[in-house]
């Protein structure tokens, strides 16, 4: 038998150019990954510094309010998207940030800045940031008081408090109850130094050093000490500032009445009556001031453009609003002590809309009071801020009148600024037995008013604070 050898010519050939074809492919597929990954990593670092020119953008701006606190139009006098180039640290333009600005609505210090960030090289490659910033004002708090202030029992608090002095609460709070002092000296008894803020309801807070207990059958929220004052020195400036606003052609200023002072009367058409009291209701015994008797139609004027009524005499306020702005403040100036003007909430004064939409806010030199004659059921909704005096409603013994003398039920919807002690309700210190006022004290806080307050209402700070942060593209 013969054996043959047969040759395979081409066999490795062949071998090599499919190892060489794969070989090209995984190559290919190797640098068209690396392409794409050098890339995707060129577009992520122009992802990035575009969403660092837009905060540029936003701290621009910020810079910009600081100095120039109510310019919403870049210093340009225009409303349009304001433009300005991003440069690196030679000077050269490598990108460009696009601000648009909205400013705040009438009673408001709310500033929406949309900045968008591009980079040069990939113009189409946007990132937007959108930042709200704002001004807090005094109606931080549910209740502030320059004083030392008291609430007793029956007395059920939504908001936050703060007094400059010490505070006693024997009622209940649902929200962080706090005074700039770490101790104080209750002023109705004697005896050693109680905690800033403290209570007597059963079992009585124990005496400093000793910790402050949790209470929170009181404190719902809790309590705090050694916190930073409220200024109220500060309110006369800006009671000047507020009457300068009111002469203007979109504001409502008059001078004195000429009698007891003025009666507003809130509409819900945007329209207000003004009357001019001329007597005081006398009841009994009672040495009454605050309750109206006769009174003469002024006439009936629009709510003003920029929301300020500045009436340099008494006012008494009552009525409704829907969808107004209003500040409404009773002062003479300058000032004098002699001429320190009150408010005077004997009727409801109402809101129809809860939601930011409707806003009232009392300004009075002296105190904001709530007379004799007052509603059984009395609901006040406005920011309320007694410069020099008092929040309260005075002492009527039940010799004075047996009908007026105690009421049932005071609620207030918005917030409480006493520079001197606070309260709708009197009671017999030694006895602590009720004996005058508001048996039940219901103090809602709207926390619409922190950043919208009342038109030109004054501000705890000048520097614009941000409320929220975030990318919307």
């Not at 502030?144 to 209940?172: Q, W």
């Not at 059958?217 to 400036?237: H, K, L, N, Q």
């Not at 003007?341 to 009071?369: E, M, P, S």
């Amino acid at each position: 038998m013969i054996i043959k050898k047969i040759k395979k010519r081409g066999y490795i050939l062949i071998q090599v150019i499919i190892f060489a074809s794969i070989s090209t492919y995984i190559l290919g597929a190797l640098i068209s990954w690396a392409a794409t990954d050098i890339k995707a990593s060129k577009q992520a670092a122009d992802r990035e510094l575009a969403i660092q020119i837009a905060e540029a953008g936003i701290d621009y701006y910020r810079w910009h309010l600081a100095h120039a606190p109510t310019d919403y139009q870049d210093g340009t006098e225009q409303t349009s998207t304001y433009i300005h180039d991003f440069l690196d640290k030679n000077g050269t333009a490598i990108g460009q940030f696009a601000l648009d600005i909205t400013p705040p609505p009438l009673g408001s210090s709310l500033v929406t800045i949309r900045s968008t960030g591009s980079v040069l090289k990939t113009p189409n490659l946007t990132r937007t940031i959108q930042v709200k910033l704002a001004k807090p004002s005094m109606a931080k708090f549910a209740v502030v008081a320059n004083d030392y202030m008291r609430f007793g029992e029956g007395t059920e608090v939504f908001g936050p408090i703060h007094s400059n002095k010490g505070i006693r609460f024997d009622g209940l709070a649902h929200n962080i109850v706090s005074s700039s002092v770490i101790t104080a000296n209750d002023p109705d008894h004697t005896g050693n130094e109680e905690f800033g803020v403290h209570t007597h309801v059963t079992p009585t807070d124990p005496l400093p050093p000793a910790s402050i207990p949790d209470r929170s059958d009181i404190f719902e929220t809790g309590r705090a000490v050694g916190i930073s004052e409220t200024d109220f020195d500060g309110i006369t400036g800006d009671i000047s500032q507020i009457k300068t606003l009111a002469q203007e052609a979109t504001g409502f200023w008059r001078a004195g009445s000429g009698a007891l002072g003025y009666h507003v009367i809130l509409k819900t058409n945007d329209t207000f009556d003004l009357k001019q009291v001329n007597t005081i209701t006398t009841v009994s015994s009672c040495s009454e001031k605050w309750s109206i008797g006769t009174e003469t139609l002024l006439g009936n004027f629009p709510f003003p453009a920029n929301g300020i009524i500045f009436l340099e005499d008494h006012i008494w306020v009552d009525g409704k609003i829907d969808s107004g702005k209003l500040t409404i403040v009773a002062a003479t100036l300058p000032e004098n002590a002699s001429t320190l003007r009150n408010i005077i909430v004997n009727n409801d004064l109402l809101y129809t809309k809860y939601d930011g939409t409707d806003v009232i806010g009392l300004i009075a030199q002296n105190n904001i009071l709530v007379g004799l004659v007052s509603e059984d059921d009395l609901r006040i909704d406005s920011a309320l801020m007694a410069q020099k005096g008092k929040v309260a409603r005075l002492s009527y013994s039940q010799s004075c009148s047996s009908t007026y003398y105690t009421r049932q039920t005071i609620t207030l919807w918005g917030m409480i600024a006493s520079n001197v002690r606070y309260g709708f309700a009197w009671v017999n210190i030694s006895t602590n037995q009720f004996i005058s006022g508001y048996v039940n004290r219901i103090l809602y806080y709207d926390s619409n008013l922190l950043y919208s307050p009342p038109p030109s209402f004054p501000l705890t700070s000048d520097q614009y604070v941000t409320l929220s942060w975030e990318e919307i593209k």
